[in-house]
Protein backbone atom coordinates (compact mmCIF):
# COMPACT_ATOMS: atom_id res chain seq x y z
CA UNK A 1 0.00 0.00 0.00
CA UNK A 2 2.81 2.33 1.02
CA UNK A 3 4.89 1.88 -2.65
CA UNK A 4 1.49 2.47 -4.24
CA UNK A 5 1.20 5.86 -2.62
CA UNK A 6 4.90 6.50 -3.27
CA UNK A 7 3.90 5.81 -7.35
CA UNK A 8 1.39 7.69 -7.34
CA UNK A 9 3.25 10.43 -5.61
CA UNK A 10 6.02 10.38 -7.68
CA UNK A 11 3.86 10.52 -11.16
CA UNK A 12 1.89 13.39 -10.10
CA UNK A 13 5.24 15.48 -9.45
CA UNK A 14 6.33 14.18 -12.69
CA UNK A 15 3.03 15.92 -14.34
CA UNK A 16 3.60 18.93 -12.52
CA UNK A 17 7.26 19.61 -14.28
CA UNK A 18 6.57 18.52 -17.64
CA UNK A 19 3.49 20.71 -17.16
CA UNK A 20 5.27 23.61 -15.87
CA UNK A 21 8.16 22.79 -18.57
CA UNK A 22 5.60 23.27 -21.61
CA UNK A 23 3.90 26.24 -19.97
CA UNK A 24 7.36 28.39 -19.58
CA UNK A 25 8.13 27.00 -23.51
CA UNK A 26 4.96 28.09 -24.74
CA UNK A 27 4.01 31.38 -22.86
CA UNK A 28 6.52 34.64 -22.17
CA UNK A 29 5.75 37.05 -19.74
CA UNK A 30 4.55 41.08 -21.41
CA UNK A 31 3.54 44.30 -20.81
CA UNK A 32 0.23 45.89 -22.25
CA UNK A 33 -0.36 49.18 -21.66
CA UNK A 34 -4.09 49.90 -21.17
CA UNK A 35 -5.67 53.52 -21.63
CA UNK A 36 -8.04 54.87 -18.55
CA UNK A 37 -10.08 57.58 -18.14
CA UNK A 38 -8.33 60.37 -16.10
CA UNK A 39 -8.70 60.73 -12.94
CA UNK A 40 -10.77 63.62 -10.77
CA UNK A 41 -7.12 65.38 -10.23
CA UNK A 42 -6.08 64.90 -13.96
CA UNK A 43 -9.54 66.60 -15.01
CA UNK A 44 -8.88 69.57 -12.72
CA UNK A 45 -4.90 69.46 -13.68
CA UNK A 46 -4.36 69.35 -17.46
CA UNK A 47 -0.52 69.48 -16.80
CA UNK A 48 -0.47 67.06 -13.82
CA UNK A 49 1.54 64.37 -16.32
CA UNK A 50 4.26 66.51 -16.68
CA UNK A 51 4.55 67.35 -13.27
CA UNK A 52 5.28 63.60 -12.51
CA UNK A 53 7.51 63.91 -14.90
CA UNK A 54 9.61 66.61 -13.51
CA UNK A 55 9.21 64.57 -10.25
CA UNK A 56 10.75 61.41 -12.28
CA UNK A 57 13.63 63.66 -13.12
CA UNK A 58 14.43 64.92 -9.62
CA UNK A 59 13.44 68.04 -10.24
CA UNK A 60 10.72 70.24 -7.45
CA UNK A 61 7.63 71.53 -9.11
CA UNK A 62 5.45 74.28 -7.81
CA UNK A 63 2.18 75.31 -9.20
CA UNK A 64 1.30 78.63 -8.48
CA UNK A 65 -1.69 80.56 -9.50
CA UNK A 66 -0.79 84.10 -7.97
CA UNK A 67 0.71 86.66 -10.79
CA UNK A 68 2.53 88.72 -7.92
CA UNK A 69 4.76 85.59 -7.44
CA UNK A 70 6.57 87.06 -11.35
CA UNK A 71 7.55 90.38 -9.27
CA UNK A 72 9.82 87.91 -6.53
CA UNK A 73 10.43 84.88 -8.28
CA UNK A 74 13.66 83.18 -6.89
CA UNK A 75 16.17 81.73 -9.53
CA UNK A 76 14.87 78.67 -11.44
CA UNK A 77 12.62 77.54 -13.97
CA UNK A 78 9.12 79.29 -14.98
CA UNK A 79 6.44 77.71 -17.46
CA UNK A 80 4.06 80.19 -18.36
CA UNK A 81 0.73 79.61 -20.04
CA UNK A 82 -1.40 81.41 -22.07
CA UNK A 83 -4.32 83.45 -20.40
CA UNK A 84 -1.90 86.04 -18.47
CA UNK A 85 -2.44 89.17 -21.07
CA UNK A 86 -4.95 91.29 -18.29
CA UNK A 87 -2.02 89.96 -15.39
CA UNK A 88 0.91 91.10 -17.12
CA UNK A 89 1.20 94.78 -16.18
CA UNK A 90 4.22 97.02 -18.09
CA UNK A 91 5.89 96.51 -14.56
CA UNK A 92 5.32 93.04 -13.90
CA UNK A 93 6.59 92.26 -17.56
CA UNK A 94 9.91 94.52 -16.84
CA UNK A 95 10.46 92.71 -13.36
CA UNK A 96 10.26 89.06 -15.21
CA UNK A 97 12.62 90.18 -17.72
CA UNK A 98 14.98 90.89 -14.94
CA UNK A 99 14.63 88.10 -13.60
CA UNK A 100 15.50 85.78 -16.57
CA UNK A 101 18.56 88.77 -17.35
CA UNK A 102 19.77 87.48 -13.46
CA UNK A 103 20.19 83.80 -14.92
CA UNK A 104 16.43 82.52 -14.59
CA UNK A 105 15.03 80.39 -17.72
CA UNK A 106 11.14 81.27 -18.64
CA UNK A 107 9.32 78.37 -21.18
CA UNK A 108 6.37 79.60 -22.67
CA UNK A 109 3.55 80.40 -25.09
CA UNK A 110 2.28 82.95 -27.19
CA UNK A 111 -1.61 84.22 -26.45
CA UNK A 112 -4.41 82.69 -28.06
CA UNK A 113 -6.43 84.29 -30.58
CA UNK A 114 -5.10 87.31 -32.12
CA UNK A 115 -4.84 89.09 -28.54
CA UNK A 116 -1.34 91.16 -28.15
CA UNK A 117 1.28 89.57 -25.84
CA UNK A 118 2.98 91.90 -23.39
CA UNK A 119 5.55 90.04 -22.56
CA UNK A 120 6.56 88.56 -26.15
CA UNK A 121 6.18 91.82 -27.69
CA UNK A 122 9.16 93.10 -25.80
CA UNK A 123 10.77 90.50 -28.57
CA UNK A 124 9.35 91.62 -31.32
CA UNK A 125 7.34 88.04 -31.70
CA UNK A 126 4.04 87.49 -33.91
CA UNK A 127 1.85 84.85 -33.32
CA UNK A 128 -1.05 84.01 -36.55
CA UNK A 129 -3.37 81.51 -35.40
CA UNK A 130 -3.75 79.86 -39.17
CA UNK A 131 -1.82 79.72 -42.36
CA UNK A 132 -2.75 82.58 -44.89
CA UNK A 133 -0.91 82.72 -48.10
CA UNK A 134 -0.48 86.19 -49.60
CA UNK A 135 -3.14 87.30 -52.10
CA UNK A 136 -2.64 86.65 -55.40
CA UNK A 137 -1.43 89.25 -57.77
CA UNK A 138 -4.50 90.54 -60.10
CA UNK A 139 -5.04 88.14 -62.79
CA UNK A 140 -2.86 85.47 -61.74
CA UNK A 141 -4.37 82.49 -60.18
CA UNK A 142 -5.05 81.09 -57.04
CA UNK A 143 -2.29 79.40 -55.24
CA UNK A 144 -3.24 76.48 -53.46
CA UNK A 145 -2.21 76.21 -49.81
CA UNK A 146 0.61 74.18 -48.83
CA UNK A 147 -0.46 71.38 -46.14
CA UNK A 148 2.25 71.45 -42.73
CA UNK A 149 3.62 68.92 -41.70
CA UNK A 150 2.40 66.25 -39.30
CA UNK A 151 6.07 66.53 -37.60
CA UNK A 152 8.72 69.01 -37.18
CA UNK A 153 11.99 68.28 -36.50
CA UNK A 154 13.69 70.20 -33.21
CA UNK A 155 17.27 70.66 -32.54
CA UNK A 156 18.34 71.97 -29.02
CA UNK A 157 21.61 72.73 -28.90
CA UNK A 158 24.22 70.31 -26.95
CA UNK A 159 21.13 67.43 -27.26
CA UNK A 160 22.86 64.33 -28.98
CA UNK A 161 19.76 64.04 -32.30
CA UNK A 162 17.31 66.35 -33.57
CA UNK A 163 14.08 65.65 -32.09
CA UNK A 164 10.06 65.49 -33.11
CA UNK A 165 7.11 67.16 -32.57
CA UNK A 166 3.93 67.46 -33.79
CA UNK A 167 3.14 70.64 -35.89
CA UNK A 168 0.98 73.26 -34.09
CA UNK A 169 -1.20 75.81 -36.03
CA UNK A 170 -0.46 78.24 -33.32
CA UNK A 171 2.72 79.37 -35.01
CA UNK A 172 5.16 81.74 -34.20
CA UNK A 173 6.87 84.56 -36.68
CA UNK A 174 10.06 86.50 -35.36
CA UNK A 175 10.51 90.37 -35.67
CA UNK A 176 13.42 92.28 -35.06
CA UNK A 177 14.97 90.88 -32.60
CA UNK A 178 16.89 87.80 -34.42
CA UNK A 179 16.13 84.45 -31.71
CA UNK A 180 19.55 82.26 -30.76
CA UNK A 181 17.81 79.19 -32.73
CA UNK A 182 14.59 78.76 -33.81
CA UNK A 183 12.58 75.50 -35.00
CA UNK A 184 10.10 74.70 -37.55
CA UNK A 185 9.17 73.15 -41.23
CA UNK A 186 10.65 74.76 -44.11
CA UNK A 187 8.16 77.05 -45.92
CA UNK A 188 6.17 77.77 -42.86
CA UNK A 189 6.29 79.97 -39.71
CA UNK A 190 8.24 78.70 -36.49
CA UNK A 191 7.17 76.19 -34.06
CA UNK A 192 9.96 76.78 -31.56
CA UNK A 193 11.84 80.42 -30.85
CA UNK A 194 14.52 80.76 -28.36
CA UNK A 195 16.29 83.65 -27.12
CA UNK A 196 19.26 85.07 -24.60
CA UNK A 197 19.20 87.49 -22.51
CA UNK A 198 21.45 88.40 -19.88
CA UNK A 199 22.40 85.30 -18.20
CA UNK A 200 19.10 83.88 -18.83
CA UNK A 201 17.15 82.51 -21.12
CA UNK A 202 13.50 82.08 -22.91
CA UNK A 203 11.97 79.47 -24.79
CA UNK A 204 9.05 79.77 -26.80
CA UNK A 205 6.63 76.76 -28.07
CA UNK A 206 3.99 77.50 -30.45
CA UNK A 207 1.64 75.94 -28.05
CA UNK A 208 2.80 74.90 -24.68
CA UNK A 209 -0.47 73.00 -23.94
CA UNK A 210 -0.22 71.12 -27.54
CA UNK A 211 3.18 70.13 -26.67
CA UNK A 212 3.16 69.00 -22.64
CA UNK A 213 -0.88 68.13 -21.58
CA UNK A 214 -1.76 65.34 -19.92
CA UNK A 215 -2.20 63.43 -23.52
CA UNK A 216 0.62 65.27 -25.39
CA UNK A 217 3.52 64.86 -23.43
CA UNK A 218 3.73 61.03 -24.08
CA UNK A 219 3.31 61.72 -28.17
CA UNK A 220 6.29 61.82 -30.59
CA UNK A 221 9.56 63.30 -28.57
CA UNK A 222 7.35 65.91 -26.55
CA UNK A 223 8.81 65.08 -23.23
CA UNK A 224 12.20 64.51 -24.53
CA UNK A 225 12.55 68.03 -25.99
CA UNK A 226 10.90 69.44 -22.71
CA UNK A 227 14.04 67.24 -21.17
CA UNK A 228 17.07 68.18 -23.40
CA UNK A 229 16.04 72.12 -22.83
CA UNK A 230 15.90 71.43 -19.33
CA UNK A 231 19.45 70.20 -19.01
CA UNK A 232 20.78 72.43 -21.50
CA UNK A 233 19.92 75.98 -20.14
CA UNK A 234 19.02 74.79 -16.65
CA UNK A 235 20.92 71.81 -15.52
CA UNK A 236 20.80 72.28 -12.05
CA UNK A 237 18.42 69.68 -10.85
CA UNK A 238 18.51 71.70 -7.22
CA UNK A 239 16.67 74.81 -9.19
CA UNK A 240 12.99 74.93 -8.95
CA UNK A 241 10.39 74.15 -11.68
CA UNK A 242 7.32 76.51 -11.47
CA UNK A 243 4.22 76.17 -13.14
CA UNK A 244 2.09 79.27 -14.08
CA UNK A 245 -1.00 77.18 -16.08
CA UNK A 246 -3.81 78.75 -14.69
CA UNK A 247 -3.72 81.96 -13.41
CA UNK A 248 -6.10 83.65 -10.56
CA UNK A 249 -7.44 87.04 -11.98
CA UNK A 250 -7.08 89.93 -9.14
CA UNK A 251 -9.95 90.74 -6.93
CA UNK A 252 -11.97 93.43 -7.66
CA UNK A 253 -10.90 95.67 -5.23
CA UNK A 254 -7.06 94.63 -6.11
CA UNK A 255 -7.71 95.03 -9.94
CA UNK A 256 -8.90 98.72 -9.03
CA UNK A 257 -6.31 99.84 -6.87
CA UNK A 258 -3.72 98.98 -9.58
CA UNK A 259 -5.98 100.00 -12.78
CA UNK A 260 -8.16 102.97 -12.24
CA UNK A 261 -6.94 104.10 -8.59
CA UNK A 262 -8.36 108.16 -9.12
CA UNK A 263 -11.75 106.79 -10.08
CA UNK A 264 -11.79 104.65 -7.03
CA UNK A 265 -10.85 107.44 -4.57
CA UNK A 266 -13.63 109.90 -6.48
CA UNK A 267 -15.84 106.93 -6.44
CA UNK A 268 -15.11 106.59 -2.20
CA UNK A 269 -15.64 110.52 -1.67
CA UNK A 270 -18.85 110.58 -3.67
CA UNK A 271 -20.29 108.03 -1.71
CA UNK A 272 -19.14 108.98 1.71
CA UNK A 273 -20.93 112.50 0.75
CA UNK A 274 -24.77 110.83 -0.49
CA UNK A 275 -23.90 109.18 3.10
CA UNK A 276 -23.57 112.26 4.98
CA UNK A 277 -26.28 113.64 3.67
CA UNK A 278 -28.90 110.59 3.00
CA UNK A 279 -28.05 109.50 7.01
CA UNK A 280 -30.08 110.86 9.71
CA UNK A 281 -28.72 112.83 12.18
CA UNK A 282 -28.77 112.98 15.76
CA UNK A 283 -30.43 115.95 17.77
CA UNK A 284 -33.81 116.88 19.11
CA UNK A 285 -37.10 115.01 18.55
CA UNK A 286 -39.51 118.13 16.61
CA UNK A 287 -42.38 117.70 17.69
CA UNK A 288 -45.37 115.94 15.27
CA UNK A 289 -47.33 118.42 12.88
CA UNK A 290 -51.20 118.03 13.17
CA UNK A 291 -52.69 116.42 11.06
CA UNK A 292 -54.04 118.46 8.40
CA UNK A 293 -58.07 118.74 7.96
CA UNK A 294 -59.91 119.50 4.77
CA UNK A 295 -63.19 121.00 4.69
CA UNK A 296 -66.05 119.04 2.48
CA UNK A 297 -66.20 121.31 -0.22
CA UNK A 298 -62.46 119.86 -0.75
CA UNK A 299 -63.33 116.68 -0.77
CA UNK A 300 -66.18 116.70 -2.94
CA UNK A 301 -63.61 118.28 -5.12
CA UNK A 302 -61.55 115.61 -5.23
CA UNK A 303 -64.35 113.39 -5.65
CA UNK A 304 -65.28 115.17 -8.72
CA UNK A 305 -61.84 115.22 -10.72
CA UNK A 306 -61.62 111.62 -9.63
CA UNK A 307 -64.83 110.89 -11.39
CA UNK A 308 -64.01 113.05 -14.69
CA UNK A 309 -60.27 111.27 -14.65
CA UNK A 310 -61.95 108.20 -14.82
CA UNK A 311 -64.19 109.16 -17.78
CA UNK A 312 -67.34 109.67 -15.84
CA UNK A 313 -68.64 112.42 -17.82
CA UNK A 314 -72.18 111.26 -18.17
CA UNK A 315 -72.67 110.19 -14.54
CA UNK A 316 -72.45 113.70 -13.54
CA UNK A 317 -74.41 115.07 -17.11
CA UNK A 318 -77.56 112.66 -15.28
CA UNK A 319 -76.87 113.84 -11.62
CA UNK A 320 -77.13 117.63 -13.21
CA UNK A 321 -79.61 116.70 -15.15
CA UNK A 322 -82.12 114.91 -12.41
CA UNK A 323 -81.60 118.28 -10.46
CA UNK A 324 -82.53 119.98 -12.86
CA UNK A 325 -85.74 118.23 -13.49
CA UNK A 326 -86.33 118.17 -9.83
CA UNK A 327 -86.04 122.11 -9.84
CA UNK A 328 -88.46 121.90 -12.75
CA UNK A 329 -91.02 120.17 -11.45
CA UNK A 330 -91.31 122.56 -7.89
CA UNK A 331 -91.27 125.72 -10.14
CA UNK A 332 -93.58 124.86 -13.25
CA UNK A 333 -94.82 121.32 -12.96
CA UNK A 334 -97.02 121.77 -16.09
CA UNK A 335 -93.75 122.15 -18.25
CA UNK A 336 -92.06 119.03 -16.30
CA UNK A 337 -95.07 116.62 -17.66
CA UNK A 338 -94.18 117.72 -21.04
CA UNK A 339 -92.70 115.38 -23.91
CA UNK A 340 -89.22 115.75 -24.42
CA UNK A 341 -89.83 118.13 -27.48
CA UNK A 342 -92.44 119.91 -26.01
CA UNK A 343 -90.45 120.55 -22.81
CA UNK A 344 -87.65 122.19 -24.80
CA UNK A 345 -89.62 124.23 -26.81
CA UNK A 346 -91.28 125.59 -23.94
CA UNK A 347 -88.14 126.42 -21.89
CA UNK A 348 -86.39 128.23 -25.08
CA UNK A 349 -89.76 130.54 -25.47
CA UNK A 350 -89.29 131.15 -21.34
CA UNK A 351 -85.58 131.29 -21.24
CA UNK A 352 -84.84 132.83 -24.49
CA UNK A 353 -82.09 130.48 -25.52
CA UNK A 354 -81.53 128.37 -28.29
CA UNK A 355 -83.89 125.32 -29.06
CA UNK A 356 -80.27 123.56 -29.53
CA UNK A 357 -78.72 124.76 -26.91
CA UNK A 358 -81.38 123.27 -24.57
CA UNK A 359 -81.95 120.06 -26.38
CA UNK A 360 -78.29 119.32 -26.17
CA UNK A 361 -78.12 120.03 -22.43
CA UNK A 362 -81.03 117.71 -21.70
CA UNK A 363 -81.21 114.98 -24.19
CA UNK A 364 -77.93 114.55 -25.75
CA UNK A 365 -74.54 112.33 -24.61
CA UNK A 366 -71.37 114.45 -23.08
CA UNK A 367 -68.85 113.31 -26.09
CA UNK A 368 -65.87 115.06 -24.98
CA UNK A 369 -65.24 117.49 -22.07
CA UNK A 370 -66.37 120.86 -24.28
CA UNK A 371 -69.89 119.65 -24.64
CA UNK A 372 -70.27 118.02 -21.33
CA UNK A 373 -69.05 121.90 -20.26
CA UNK A 374 -71.90 123.45 -22.32
CA UNK A 375 -74.54 121.42 -21.22
CA UNK A 376 -74.16 122.30 -17.34
CA UNK A 377 -73.73 126.03 -18.63
CA UNK A 378 -76.95 125.67 -20.13
CA UNK A 379 -78.33 123.88 -17.29
CA UNK A 380 -77.48 126.05 -14.71
CA UNK A 381 -78.54 129.38 -16.85
CA UNK A 382 -81.84 127.30 -17.18
CA UNK A 383 -82.42 126.96 -13.60
CA UNK A 384 -81.45 130.47 -12.68
CA UNK A 385 -84.74 131.53 -15.58
CA UNK A 386 -87.12 129.82 -13.84
Known amino acids: MKRRMVWIALALAAMLVLGSAWFLANFDQV ?48 ILDSGRRGLMTPQRVRNLLAWVERGGYVITTPEAGDRSDPLLGAFDIDCTCKDSPPPPEPGAPAAVPKKPPPRVSVSVPGSGRPLKIRYQYSNLAPGKVVPAW ?35 IGREDHADVLLALLETYQPDPRQPVFLLTRLAGPSLWAWGVEVAAPALVAGLVLLLVWLWRRLPRFGPVLPELAPERRELGEHLAAVGRYVWRCGGLETWLSVAREAFQQRLTRRHPQLAVLPPGEQVAALAALSGRSHAAIAAALHQAAATPHSFTQALYTLQRLERSL
Do not use: C, M
Not at 52 to 62: C, H, M, N, P
Open 182 to 216: AAGAEGFPAQVLHYSHGRGQITVVSDLNGLFNNVT
Open 31 to 78: VVDSWEQPGQEARRNRFLALEKFLGALGRTSERIADPGLLDRLPPGVL
